[in-house]
């Protein structure tokens, strides 16, 4: 009773004198509950210090669980002093997969942390929540006159950042999603996000490729936000491959003519239409005359499946699905809509012992599905990725497709190289004897900078050429095998061209778009699409004639699934039509391709689509449609059909 307020505030604070600060209040009659304004507790002794805003970010040591150090995971090896981001440091490491701290449950927070609570949540339940849910959540909540006062800046700023996360595409993330698993396109429009609630002005955003991993409806989106730094009075410079957004550009500068050596020049410069009709740029002419879909007539039904039954793992919502194989397969959807988790964590992870596996090959355990049918027929499960080839500089795309051992032979084969008993292992610049003993084969040295990072030079005995001078003195063609290190791929298919062995591969590596590289291109220096072509050329290179069994019917020496997640990232529109001609070459050797991927020259080149959605994170997780390139068009439910069928009638 309100009229009472005063004669209880008196009573109540007599009681807390009288107890030193401690009361009992009895809900019922027989139940108590103690409290103290002291933050301590005088049954078990205990007291808490001050709450302070650092007791809840786990990246404290005030707020941290004691036990996992705020990673919510129980990692061997990591401690306190460590962040998780040094050189040194790699999860992967470990043997043995993190799994959830049995101290904190996963929460991250030290106990006293976790048993603060608002509105009847602690913090680690409202980190939980997706953005999207975190943005419902904050705008429903409903708080009293004074609790109002206090959170009203909070919430406006809490609100306000939850939409700038929501404005680039990631309302699917969780709040406390951890940074490891994000990707490099989620990565940057967080920091995008970031850079929209600055509100600041008169600045110059230069951002590397922003439309990696976004959907074309997600890239819309983007666009959009980049608009609004825009207007604010900021200057935006984008380094980008995706046609729409160099449509929306309004300047563009057109680098090349070529890559590598035969590029460095500004081709073109100007407005979309000035582009266009520039013959020099090789952009203008894809803007001008994009793809005429299909390039390959459709491969009809397939004979064999692969049948993924109730995929539960992650957002998967009991998935159940056939995909054909010998065809290549796109998978589509919008970010976070499952992609990813059906095809790498489903379908790889679960096959992968095929590749191990020589006879009486079963697969008694599934993850993530109920089981999986129809894997008879595949031999091996390749995920071609865009990890580096190699990480030191002796790795070299000659070595890792394998026929610089036959480049080795033919200089072994030389009068000179007979005369000396020069054999093979002499032009190795892996082992001793014939490479440098400067730089041990490395054509570079590394030199020590107090305070400043090391830097590399080439070597000064050798001028980066990896070998010593009585190796470089045998010349096969007039070229030392020096020579031939530092020959681009271009010349090299000419320079080897009555060499088969030798020139099949670099035929191969010239067809998608890699002619510009040296055959001794350190491999740390390589992009991810760099080596990720690198590896598939690799594959078509070992890749053997397609048989005809009893039947008639095609039969692979070899059947191999690849599997291949966004392989168009970091590619120019050009090199997207070479990508599509191996994806080709690989299924009409006898394999099986399956690609995530958001490019719709990919999508629209598929012998068989599964657009998963309809919405990211908990929103996804199902087949919204499936089909040929045709029939997807078609779908009401599909968040690609419309965007594919601008692709078909354009």
């Not at 404005?167 to 698993?181: C, I, K, N, Q, W």
Request: hydrophobic share 35%; proline share 4%; with cysteine.
């Amino acid at each position: 009773n309100t009229n009472n307020e005063t004669q209880l505030v008196t009573l109540l604070q007599r009681a807390l004198d009288y107890g030193s600060g401690v009361i009992k209040v009895g809900t019922s009659a027989k139940t108590e509950m103690l409290y103290s304004t002291k933050r301590a507790c005088s049954n078990c002794q205990r007291s808490f210090a001050e709450l302070d805003p650092r007791m809840f970010s786990y990246n404290s040591k005030h707020g941290w669980c004691e036990q996992c150090y705020g990673t919510g995971e129980t990692i061997q090896g990591f401690d306190e002093t460590q962040t998780g981001e040094e050189k040194s440091w790699d999860k992967q490491n470990d043997e043995n997969e993190p799994k959830p701290c049995k101290h904190c449950k996963g929460a991250r927070l030290k106990p006293e942390s976790l048993s603060v609570y608002f509105n009847k949540q602690n913090i680690a339940q409202f980190t939980a929540l997706s953005i999207q849910d975190a943005m419902q959540h904050f705008k429903k909540i409903k708080l009293n006159d004074r609790a109002a006062l206090i959170a009203r800046d909070s919430l406006t700023e809490l609100t306000g950042r939850l939409n700038f996360l929501d404005e680039v595409g990631l309302s699917y993330l969780a709040l406390d999603r951890a940074a490891p698993t994000l990707s490099g396109g989620e990565a940057q429009r967080i920091r995008l996000a970031a850079q929209l609630g600055s509100n600041l002005r008169g600045v110059c955003y230069i951002l590397d490729e922003p439309t990696i991993g976004l959907h074309p409806r997600d890239n819309q989106m983007l666009l959009s936000t980049l608009e609004k730094l825009q207007g604010k009075g900021n200057t935006i410079v984008v380094v980008e491959h995706d046609e729409e957004t160099i449509s929306h550009a309004d300047h563009i500068i057109d680098i090349g003519p070529g890559a590598g050596v035969r590029g460095g020049e500004v081709v073109a410069s100007g407005t979309v239409t000035q582009i266009k009709r520039n013959k020099q740029s090789t952009t203008g002419r894809m803007l001008a005359n994009p793809l005429k879909h299909p390039l390959y007539k459709p491969r009809g039904k397939a004979e064999n499946q692969l049948s993924i039954v109730s995929a539960n793992l992650h957002n998967l919502k009991n998935v159940s699905i056939s995909l054909p194989l010998n065809q290549l397969v796109c998978v589509s959807g919008v970010s976070g809509s499952g992609k990813s988790t059906l095809i790498r964590d489903v379908v790889n992870d679960n096959l992968r012992p095929l590749n191990t596996q020589k006879r009486n090959r079963k697969l008694s355990k599934f993850i993530g599905c109920k089981t999986i049918d129809g894997w008879q027929s595949i031999h091996r499960v390749l995920e071609v990725d865009q990890t580096p080839i190699g990480k030191t500089p002796r790795s070299c795309p000659a070595t890792y497709i394998g026929f610089w051992d036959n480049i080795r032979r033919l200089f072994a084969d030389t009068t000179e190289a007979r005369i000396r008993g020069y054999s093979a292992s002499r032009f190795s610049f892996n082992v001793s004897g014939g490479r440098c003993a400067e730089c041990d084969g490395q054509g570079m040295q590394r030199i020590e900078m107090n305070f400043l990072p090391d830097v590399k030079v080439p070597c000064e005995s050798c001028n980066g050429a990896r070998f010593n001078t009585e190796t470089l003195s045998v010349l096969y063609k007039d070229r030392s095998i020096g020579d031939v290190l530092n020959m681009n791929i271009d010349d090299a298919v000419e320079f080897f061209s009555a060499h088969e062995s030798i020139h099949h591969a670099l035929k191969l590596m010239q067809d998608v778009g890699l002619g510009y590289l040296t055959l001794g291109q350190q491999s740390p220096t390589l992009s991810g699409g760099e080596a990720q072509r690198i590896k598939l050329v690799s594959e078509l290179a070992k890749a053997k004639p397609v048989l005809k069994d009893s039947s008639g019917r095609s039969a692979p020496l070899i059947h191999t699934l690849y599997i291949l997640d966004e392989p168009t990232v970091g590619l120019h529109m050009a090199d997207v039509e070479k990508l599509i001609h191996v994806l080709h070459r690989l299924v009409d050797a006898g394999n099986s391709v399956f690609v995530i991927e958001h490019n719709l020259d990919i999508m629209a080149e598929a012998d068989w689509m599964v657009d998963m959605g309809p919405e990211g994170g908990n929103g996804g997780g199902k087949v919204v449609a499936q089909g040929t390139p045709a029939k997807i068009v078609g779908s009401k439910r599909s968040a690609t059909a419309p965007f594919l069928a601008q692709l078909f009638n354009r």
